[in-house]
């Protein structure tokens, strides 16, 4: 399993931009499929953008499609989310989660996918 920490959350006006970085520790990094997740207040977790361990291939939700984007730093152990054109109804806890994925170039969108999880970051999104 790999550790995840999150960083990069605040708050931020209509409009503006935020980029949060998911740093992992523990595993080989790059053998690991990663998903950004968000939970706003008594909603469900979703997906909003995935990335295949290889980084081939990505999965952005479509109310995300041309203000989100993902890249991995697999040098770094890091993933990272950038966000623009940000709206308040992003506001919500942002989990990166992990899944070993070597040998297959799946992309996994569902929370039941993720065994690793981190521990969350608040973006908060002012109109």
């Known amino acids: 399993q790999v550790q995840l920490v999150e960083s990069g959350g605040g708050l931020v006006q209509a409009g503006g931009s935020l980029r949060l970085s998911c740093a992992a520790s523990?595993?080989?990094?790059?053998?690991?499929?990663v998903g950004w997740f968000r939970q706003a207040p008594g909603k469900e977790r979703q997906c909003v953008i995935a990335?295949?361990?290889?980084?081939?291939?990505?999965y952005v939700a479509d109310s995300e499609k041309g203000r989100f984007t993902i890249s991995r730093d697999n040098a770094k152990n890091t993933v990272y989310l950038e966000m623009n054109s940000l709206r308040p109804e992003d506001t919500a806890v942002y989990y990166c989660a992990a899944k070993f994925a070597v040998g297959g170039s799946t992309l996994y969108t569902s929370s039941n996918n993720y065994g690793c999880w981190g521990q969350g970051t608040q973006v908060t999104v002012s109109s």
């Open positions: 523990g595993r080989t990094f790059s053998n690991y499929a």
């Open positions: 990335i295949n361990w290889t980084g081939t291939q990505t």
